[in-house]
């Protein structure tokens, strides 16, 4: 018996010391395994004039609405182009704004000749949320895409990279500011590609981003803004630019919109019964990149966070498909919910695609947007397709508590 207690106990010894001892006092208890990865990734554009809007929308919004622990990417929008090299598009708004200690993540106030502006702010929030990775945005929708073309040119685009990665990767804003460390990639936003040339140096200026942010150190991001239809896809060469991109940020939305003159859903996930082009919705084009060869996991579906408007829409079918007068002017959930709430308003939704909208018989005014159902909806899509996540356009349009991006990590989870 005794030998045998002293087996046992020889043997349970020999395990403490492979654990790192047993019942000493100068070993301390082994931290719990860091939790499992995302699965998804959920990407965020911020919108740099956030802060001249109304109402004002700052970084420390993110964290307010409880938006930022259920981020991964918040995409910072927008890095431009000048003489063929990055640089900012808003200074001010950038780096040199002093953010009051009310509005600052932390709670401390910019002061006179200290880095600050949304670039600080993000920096403090990277102190938050370290893990979180933050790109900045190169172009935009409204962006001269004559701009890209030059930049992207075989004789400059070497060049080009090197100054968005001394820029943005590096830390060097502008003389005399150097804070490296705040972004981590880059999202292309080039809407879109127009020609052959084009389209070729595309996917050299992907490739050439690739080869220098891994020769800074493997592991930085590198997205486009990828276009839903086929207009922009005809100077797309899938296969060539895939291997560059950690993922692809795919707008699925602006299916109908302002530049119609009949009303219709912005994103719809499936062809509506009622629409007659079946190439008008983020199913048509999930579809097009994964017939591309793109791997379900690259490819991160957009939904829009705003509305639009049309007025003088007949009653017919509830306003829906319908001709109208476009207004120009959208805007974010808040003002959804509240025109929701207003006399004269009914709510409908398509059956086929779990669009809402919104329409007044007595006035023919038409709203179209996103709400959670039709979020959750799509979300679930995400996950039955096994895609890579979700993306929004963007942070500043959704409600003060973050209602919108919870109803999509809600089905996430």
């Avoid at 010894?13 to 860091?34: E, F, H, Q, R």
């Amino acid at each position: 018996m005794r030998s045998f207690i002293a087996i046992f106990l020889c043997l349970f010894v020999s395990l403490c010391l492979l654990m790192s001892g047993c019942g000493s006092s100068t070993n301390s208890v082994a931290p719990p395994p860091p939790p499992p990865a995302n699965q998804y990734n959920v990407v965020g554009y911020y919108p740099s004039w956030g802060t001249n809007n109304a109402p004002v929308y700052n970084v420390k919004n993110v964290v307010t609405s409880g938006s930022a622990p259920l981020l991964t990417h918040i995409i910072y929008s927008f890095g431009s182009i000048q003489n063929n090299q990055c640089v900012s598009a808003d200074p001010v708004a950038d780096y040199q704004t002093l953010i009051p200690a009310a509005l600052s993540v932390n709670g401390v106030a910019d002061t006179a000749g200290s880095f600050a502006g949304n670039y600080h702010q993000l920096q403090e929030l990277k102190t938050l949320y370290p893990n979180m990775q933050i790109e900045v945005s190169v172009g935009g929708g409204g962006f001269d895409t004559s701009l890209f073309s030059a930049a992207a040119s075989p004789s400059n685009v070497q060049s080009f990279v090197a100054s968005c990665i001394n820029m943005y990767i590096k830390g060097n804003f502008a003389a005399g500011i150097t804070e490296p460390g705040i972004f981590t990639g880059f999202d292309i936003d080039w809407e879109c590609p127009a020609s052959a040339s084009d389209k070729t140096n595309f996917s050299a200026l992907m490739a050439e981003f690739r080869k220098q942010l891994d020769a800074v150190k493997p592991g930085y991001q590198l997205t486009i803004a990828a276009g839903a239809s086929s207009w922009c896809w005809q100077y797309y060469d899938v296969p060539a630019l895939t291997p560059s991109l950690s993922f692809y940020n795919v707008m699925t939305y602006d299916f109908d919109g302002s530049w119609n003159s009949t009303t219709g859903f912005v994103a719809p996930l499936y062809q509506s019964t009622l629409d007659p082009d079946p190439a008008n919705n983020a199913n048509y084009a999930i579809d097009f990149y994964l017939q591309q060869g793109v791997p379900a996991s690259k490819l991160v579906m957009g939904m829009p966070f705003y509305n639009y408007e049309w007025t003088a829409v007949p009653a017919n079918n509830n306003g829906l498909f319908q001709p109208g007068t476009a207004n120009q002017n959208n805007g974010g959930y808040a003002l959804t919910k509240s025109m929701e709430n207003t006399a004269g308003y009914t709510l409908y939704r398509d059956t086929t695609t779990q669009e809402p909208w919104l329409f007044n018989s007595a006035t023919g005014d038409f709203w179209t947007f996103d709400d959670p159902t039709s979020l959750a909806f799509k979300t679930n899509y995400v996950v039955n397709k096994k895609l890579g996540g979700v993306m929004f356009w963007e942070l500043s349009s959704d409600d003060a508590n973050g209602t919108l991006l919870k109803s999509m990590t809600n089905v996430l989870k």
